[in-house]
């Protein structure tokens, strides 16, 4: 059975930090690019960040480009947001999905980060 579980978020103050993990059960996990997601209230889902199966290929939104930074451990299945210099229009519902160009897993509950002073 397929798992992915966010955790990391919180509540933290314009400029302050954040590491997300997401943890992945029930799938061969070095053979997929991983991704992280966000949404916030009324808007879409949105593609924040991207990883290849061997962590040598990476994109990010333009949104978050020299703030985020996205990692990856095959040993323990996990794949990690570094967010730095946070705004609140980073306030999201972070999520985590297996895939390069669409999310191919069921999605996780999800991770809450509300950046606000």
């Known amino acids: 059975q397929v798992q992915l579980v966010e955790s990391g978020g919180g509540l933290v103050q314009p400029g302050g930090s954040l590491r997300l993990s997401c943890a992945a059960s029930?799938?061969?996990?070095?053979?997929?690019?991983m991704s992280w997601y966000r949404q916030a209230p009324g808007k879409e889902r949105e593609l924040v960040a991207r990883?290849?199966?061997?962590?040598?290929?990476?994109n990010y939104a333009d949104s978050v480009m020299g703030r985020f930074i996205i990692s990856r451990n095959n040993v323990q299945n996990t794949v990690h947001l570094q967010m730095n210099s946070l705004k609140p229009e980073d306030t999201a519902v972070y999520l985590c999905?297996?895939?390069?160009?669409?999310?191919?897993?069921?999605w996780g509950q999800g991770t809450q980060v509300t950046v606000s002073s």
């Open positions: 999905n297996a895939g390069w160009t669409r999310a191919s897993m069921p």
């Open positions: 029930g799938f061969i996990f070095s053979n997929y690019a």
């Open positions: 990883i290849s199966s061997g962590g040598i290929n990476i």
